[in-house]
């Protein structure tokens, strides 16, 4: 795995040391988050969609309606910046000016183009649902001919990439450790699953699927980050 | 609150019955995130910034390092994407084809501009920290002229907008929920507070403030939406 290269876009210029290249971290990003923002401009005028999306290998891919907007635009090879925010925690200082947040984020910049063939494309639906919920595409309905017109995959080659992070607790000036009597320190934040709730229409006898006890997105990606290589 | 006219670019098309033009709706959302994401246009190439923001009345309200590329592009009022997102739950269907997320998103059109007065620039960041932190404002250490001077504080009038929403169980096709034998439901999802970690460096008698304790990102956003008007 080759590492990225910092172009004019990428170049982390104001605090350099939160931004990373690697591609392990870019990968390990990508693999813990659930939902991108996807930027792109229609006539000179910026749009921003938020779509969940997966990772196979060195691509990024997310779908939608044949007949969104958004993907029709983005089908057109027009560039595209991908965003993934993952947020970790409030940082609180000692003075406004240093108050922060502890965050883990990946720019890509590229175009995006359908995947057209129809095994690849269906292969693709069927590793994002068992990237988060292991074993149910064997449960469903297939999907009909029809679905699957209705549904553009779209697919971006990670290849202009930069990772941007802040962990920790927060930097103070000298002086305001001795001076400043509030509390200091970091209020974690994640994306946390709560209880799972049927639909109240289950044929007697499904229980809850192994996939859905204990869920965490954060695992998750670490476990399935392997599968996408 | 006069409610908002949908325009060519926050029209929705597909599934209209999930867009609201009402204020009151919008604002709601945007009381409850934390983060945005603001997209903009720089050489015919569009980029996506997640950045912290708040509301003020009838305008949204973020802020940066003055050096940023993001804050010094979009301070030039070019035209901006503003979109806040929440996401709400994972909806599991009987087939891959009607899998969804419960989601809240927000998108605004228009361009910002910085706010210049000093009296209200210091009372805009004061408002942003006591939206999360009541009370926190007073125990800081003032800011300085030069960190006001390194802060960049953008506004943007709540003009073009257009929510939409997703809630409830799957919707499937009539014959799967008698054939299909899975699960089906919602899994919750929510940006949630773990427990607060302080820097270790805490002056003698600082403890937990109550502003940290149970803190939860939504019933704050109920709580301070009336404080915003």
Redesign the interface.
Known sequence: MSDFKPTA?TRI??LPKRGHYERETVNAILDAG??C?????ID???????T?YWREGDRVVWHG?S???AIRAVKQAI?????V?L?DG?V?A????H?S?N?R?V?L?GDAAPIEDPDEKLAS?EAF?ER??PG??A??????RQ?LK??TVLAMRIDEAVAKVRTG??VDDGE????????????????????????????P?????SY?KG?DLEAYGKANAAAAE
């Open positions: 876009r210029k104001r659930l939902v923002h996807v930027g792109y401009t000179e005028h910026p749009y921003v969609t938020a969940s309606s007949a969104s907007r560039p595209v910046c991908f965003n925010s947020i409030l609180l000692r003075s406004g000016f108050h947040i965050y984020t720019m910049f639906l649902t988060l919920f149910r595409w449960e469903l309905r297939p999907p009909t679905e209705a549904t607790p927060p305001d450790y001795a001076t400043t009597r509030c509390w200091a320190g970091v209020l974690p934040l994640k994306l946390a699953a709560g209880e799972p709730v049927d639909d109240g229409r289950l044929l006898g499904v229980g809850l699927p859905l869920f």
